[in-house]
């Protein structure tokens, strides 16, 4: 049975459609379906005014609906190419132009967190955000000693809006699997499981800013990407204080080619930021939308908001490196048994068949410029195979899926001409020359030598050990065979002496019998 605040929910869902004028998607869902015709009879029908564009409305109810909802049209606005342009341009707009809250809530939340006024915190404080979204917003300051920073503060009350709205999404998710088989390979529940963790993550800026360290760690020196030193005494779960970084949005395209940027530089740098996070660091930021990537021309980034992360277990980077390896190489059978190896498809496939699946989907598309690849119908390509061949979705890979698909927006809108097979082929055979080739298995035995050195002195009594060990299980095992054998001859004995016992009884029964007929 559904919990009433479900229900509650899903009304209220529907009322703010139909307050922002769309009305026409709550009238088509399946509850309402059957009486849709009676909205003629309604005043607000005839009175209701749409002076408003449909992607003006759509932003303003995903805003009016809360986070969760905030996010998923930033999702969809990194996907130009699956939208009509008037819907795509108002979603970007909910990357950093979500309405702010009041500047006394941001003060006070402040601080409650640092447990000092502002004016002892920060030499200045904008009072105006300058960057607003679906968790927190974003004041400038300006230290005691005179460093540029950024204050990040969480909104007010936002973790019970998001466990809310997580209810409804668990829910939905359930009846969704209990009624509709692709569900349950799409495994629902286990994605919005994977969606509420890493949603509830961005909710403690102590997290977030310890997220930052390490990739400004991992990117230390590097000419690809900047990130902005976090300032801990000032930092908090709700508060974050951070380096202020000056560049131009990666969105705004117009800016970038008024000032020179290196449009192909910048697209295949990204590429190849994805895979180095992915394969050789293994700690992915897994929420560059463009609202998140400055650019510091003319052609190096910046990265901003690190709230979500990604790992992968060490067999799934290994497989997913040879997938596209293998891929890139046009190599279908290898990616067809990696899949099934791998459980990612069921052990039942039959190799053959699949791989000619996966070599129509790939072939159309191989070695072509962003600008030539339909995203729609190759997904459409893709949820069709996945379908026939009962492939279930991996949710640990829900995030670097999400990532890989806001780098492919990006590229698209960056460079159209850029050839994406030909700029990461290179960076994944040194990768695995790196890790499989001979030099890295020497690299690996050196780096083990310290440990067999500790150990060298104990070899002599482990050896000792392991021969004693050897021999008193020798011993056992021929103490168990000598049960086992004087087992076997009991039961021998036994056995022949319930035959005889048998057969002695037949005979009397039957001498029984016959003298009986005899004395008759």
Not at 248 to 265: E, T
Request: glycine residues 4%; proline residues 5%; aromatic residues 10%.
């Amino acid at each position: 049975m559904i919990h009433p605040k479900i229900v509650f929910r899903l009304i209220h869902i529907s009322w703010v459609l139909i307050l922002h004028g769309l009305d026409e998607i709550v009238l088509k869902t399946h509850l309402f379906r059957p009486i849709r015709y009676l909205a003629v009879f309604s005043p607000y029908y005839w009175l209701k005014k749409e002076s408003e564009p449909r992607g003006v409305r759509i932003r303003h109810a995903l805003e009016d609906l809360g986070p969760i909802y905030v996010k998923f049209g930033q999702a969809l606005s990194t996907r130009k190419d699956l939208l009509p342009d008037d819907i795509a341009d108002e979603l970007v707009k909910l990357q950093d132009r979500v309405p702010p809250f009041g500047n006394e809530v941001a003060r006070a939340i402040i601080e409650s967190e640092l447990g000092m006024s502002i004016a002892e915190a920060f030499a200045e404080f904008d009072p105006t955000p300058l960057a607003s979204a679906s968790v927190a917003q974003v004041h400038t300051a300006v230290l005691h000693t005179g460093e540029q920073v950024v204050v990040k503060v969480l909104r007010p009350d936002i973790e019970q809006r998001i466990i809310s709205d997580m209810g409804l999404l668990h829910e939905l998710a359930r009846i969704a699997e209990r009624f509709w088989a692709d569900a349950k390979r799409l495994r629902a529940q286990e994605v919005v499981a994977e969606f509420e963790r890493t949603t509830l993550d961005e909710l403690d800026l102590v997290r977030e800013a310890a997220n930052a360290a390490k990739l400004r760690r991992n990117f230390e020196g590097s000419e690809l990407i900047y990130i902005p030193e976090i300032h801990w005494p000032l930092t908090r779960k709700k508060v974050m204080v951070m380096e202020r970084i000056h560049g131009i949005p990666v969105g705004d395209i117009a800016a970038l080619r008024a000032g020179g940027a290196d449009f192909k530089s910048l697209a295949e740098r990204g590429v190849e930021i994805f895979f180095t996070q992915v394969f050789r660091d293994n700690f992915f930021h897994a929420d560059m939308h463009p609202g998140n990537i400055f650019v510091e021309l003319p052609n190096k980034y910046i990265a901003v908001d690190f709230g979500i992360v990604g790992t992968l277990s060490l067999s799934d980077q290994r497989y997913l490196a040879e997938n596209f390896l293998a891929f890139f190489n046009r190599d279908y059978r290898k990616v067809a048994e990696m899949h099934v190896e791998s459980g990612w498809v069921p052990s039942g496939t039959r190799i053959e068949e699949f791989e000619s699946a996966i070599r129509s989907v790939c072939e159309p598309i191989f070695e072509k410029p962003l600008k030539d690849i339909s995203f729609g119908q190759l997904l459409l390509r893709l949820f069709q195979t996945a379908r026939r061949f009962d492939m279930h979705v991996q949710p640990q890979l829900v995030l670097l899926q999400k990532t890989l698909l806001n780098i492919e927006g990006l590229g698209r809108e960056l460079y159209p001409e850029l050839d994406l097979w030909q700029t990461a082929k290179p960076f994944l055979e040194g990768w695995f020359h790196d890790r499989i080739g001979p030099k890295a298995k020497i690299t690996r035995l050196l780096k083990q030598f310290p440990e067999f050195a500790e150990q060298f002195p104990e070899i002599p009594s482990l050896v000792y050990k392991a021969l004693d060990n050897a021999a008193y299980a020798q011993q056992r095992a021929e103490a168990q065979r000598r049960e086992l054998e004087l087992m076997r001859q009991q039961m021998e004995t036994n056995h022949k002496t319930t035959v005889l016992a048998m057969l002695i009884s037949a005979v009397a029964i039957s001498l029984a019998v016959l003298l009986q007929q005899n004395l008759r």
